[in-house]
């Protein structure tokens, strides 16, 4: 069964603290995706990246930063967590190219920072 | 980038048609409409997506007008694992390999025993 896995289901951090979110893809995608999930906001997108090494910024990636050396792993860092970066963080992969593709989620990470 | 509007909630009986709507009425002629669902405490599934014809998978059926200002998404017969939150999305494409999807609040539905 195909799948994205992200390290940690839930998660506690200092504020000030240096994080490391994982996401790992089996599915040989091209595309990954950090995503923040709150309460009546929605999906906001942090950041994607669409080949190795490549990385684009998507509308709130201010706090944070991501890191792509391989194809399936996709990290998401913040920098010095803060208290309003508490959250569910989902990360997401399709295939590349031309065609139309879906999203496969994670389970997400449910990050508290106190 | 087109928008979509959807319900904010709906309820369901179990074993009923789940019919939930979302309007696009922005789409433009190369956008599709995609539909995923999140079960509590999930990360989204993708269920279903579609240009101008209707579309049918084992989960469900896309319906989109013909004017494609509006779709409905159709769960034949609801159970409770149905229950999650619907979302309604145009793809918007841009340059390259970027496929960023725009997502709204969603339709709650709840199927009720």
């Known amino acids: 069964d195909v799948k994205v896995t992200q390290s940690s289901r839930y998660l506690v951090k200092r504020t000030g603290e240096k994080v490391f979110l994982e996401c790992v893809q089996d599915?040989?995608?091209?595309?990954m995706f950090w995503y923040r999930q709150d309460p009546g906001l929605g999906l906001r997108l942090i950041y994607f990246?669409?080949?190795?090494?490549?990385?684009e910024k998507g509308d709130i990636p201010e706090g944070y930063s991501v890191s792509r050396e391989k194809k399936e792993r996709f990290s998401l860092i913040l920098e010095s967590a803060s208290t309003n970066q508490t959250s569910m963080y989902l990360c997401?992969?399709?295939?590349?190219?031309?065609?139309?593709?879906?999203?496969?989620f994670g389970s997400g990470t449910r990050l508290t920072v106190v | 980038d087109a928008k979509t509007t959807q319900p904010t909630s709906m309820d369901c009986a179990e074993g009923r048609a789940a019919n939930l709507p979302c309007n696009h009425s922005t789409i433009s002629g190369n956008e599709y409409v995609y539909w995923y669902r999140q079960i509590h405490s999930q990360g989204p599934q993708y269920i279903i997506h579609?240009?101008?014809?209707?579309e049918t998978n084992e989960m469900a059926s896309l319906i989109i007008t013909e004017d494609r200002k509006s779709s409905t998404l159709i769960l034949p017969h609801a159970t409770l694992r149905d229950t999650a939150v619907y979302y309604c999305i145009v793809r918007v494409a841009n340059a390259g390999n970027n496929r960023k999807l725009i997502w709204g609040l969603g339709t709650s539905l709840a199927v009720n025993p």
């Open positions: 599915m040989d995608h091209e595309n």
């Open positions: 579609g240009l101008k014809n209707n």
């Open positions: 990246s669409y080949d190795v090494k490549m990385k």
């Open positions: 997401a992969s399709s295939m590349g190219g031309p065609g139309i593709y879906g999203y496969t």
